[in-house]
């Protein structure tokens, strides 16, 4: 760290960005930061709302409680220096800063993905054994849960950190991106670079197609179960508590798979650029939306606190 520290005041890198300053990317720049608002303020009040209102005390809610307090983590490591960067026309970021961006990064997202894989468990236990529910997923193991998918992704985020920013970087420093993504960090290396990207992709594989492999295999038991259902409306019960899941599944995995699974041929850096804002700003703004519009428990708890509030300030 002490390395580090000396040498982030002469070797900062530069963040080219995803915006100028022309009046199409103004507009675009606003929208960006309407909706990082809007995902700030979502995953705040779900979090406030679990925490509070005891009906919400729940090993589902609880997981949901702590894919919010991710996702905000998501936006604020980016977003605000992408602000900050845009609005002062200053894109510089220090070579410690790089690197606590990547590895905040690279942890959020691997301990995100599992745990998203993990909850498809969750799905599958509620649906399948309602009645050992309370035994099988119990407070110790929801926290072996959350707890493992924190610690997966902060171990993998460390060793990745560490490794990216002990490789050489001369010359220009511009990082074709709004922040420090590691595959366009590791395009500034003065050496070979390729078999640690290997690596890292093979890491990506494991860290995608593992979580992945839990929800299909999950969902195959799920779909098992309801169509022995004898009562339509317990299907139709059963199928929209999977619904919100799945939609998130879908759009963190299938953005994912997008950037790291696909051949470097394949790869742009404005289309790896605007599918990152997608997952990165876009996707924590959705998942409080999805997790709670078409829930009755969240909406009855969001509208218990606003009449409470309503009768006080009458008061």
């Not at 410690?96 to 690279?106: A, K, N, S």
């Not at 407070?139 to 920013?165: E, P, T």
């Not at 969902?219 to 899941?245: D, E």
Request: proline share 4%; glycine share 6%; hydrophobic share 50%.
């Amino acid at each position: 760290m002490e390395t580090w520290s000396n040498r982030s005041s002469t070797d900062d890198f530069v963040l080219l960005g995803i915006f100028s300053h022309s009046p199409t990317d103004l507009v675009l720049f606003s929208a960006v930061m309407v909706v990082f608002t809007v995902a700030l303020c979502g995953n705040v009040l779900l979090i406030l709302l679990i925490y509070i209102d005891p009906r919400l005390h729940t090993p589902m809610y609880f997981f949901l409680s702590q894919l919010s307090i991710m996702d905000l983590m998501l936006v604020c490591i980016n977003v605000p220096k992408m602000a900050v960067n845009f609005l002062s026309g200053r894109k510089s970021i220090s070579f410690v800063g790089c690197g606590i961006q990547t590895g905040l990064f690279v942890s959020l997202v691997g301990s995100e993905g599992l745990l998203l894989g993990l909850m498809a468990y969750d799905r599958y236990v509620a649906i399948s054994y309602p009645l050992h529910y309370p035994i099988f997923m119990s407070q110790r193991i929801c926290l072996q849960i959350v707890g493992g998918s924190w610690v997966f992704g902060i171990i993998d985020g460390l060793i990745q950190m560490v490794i990216v920013m002990t490789f050489p970087y001369c010359g220009l420093r511009d990082v074709n991106h709004f922040f420090c993504e590691m595959l366009s960090v590791l395009k500034l290396a003065c050496v070979d670079t390729s078999l640690f990207e290997n690596l890292v992709f093979a890491c990506c594989v494991f860290m995608l197609f593992l979580p992945f492999s839990i929800i299909v295999a999950s969902y195959a038991r799920i779909l098992g179960t309801v169509l022995h259902m004898c009562s339509t409306q317990a299907r139709k019960k059963a199928l929209a508590t999977c619904f919100s899941h799945l939609t998130s599944v879908s759009l963190f995995y299938g953005a994912a798979m997008f950037i790291y699974l696909r051949p470097k041929h394949y790869r742009a850096p404005s289309h790896d650029k605007m599918v990152s804002v997608f997952y990165t700003v876009l996707t924590p703004m959705l998942n409080p939306l999805i997790y709670s519009l078409r829930n009755r428990e969240v909406m009855g708890a969001l509208r218990e606190r606003l009449g409470r509030c309503r009768i006080s300030i009458q008061q």
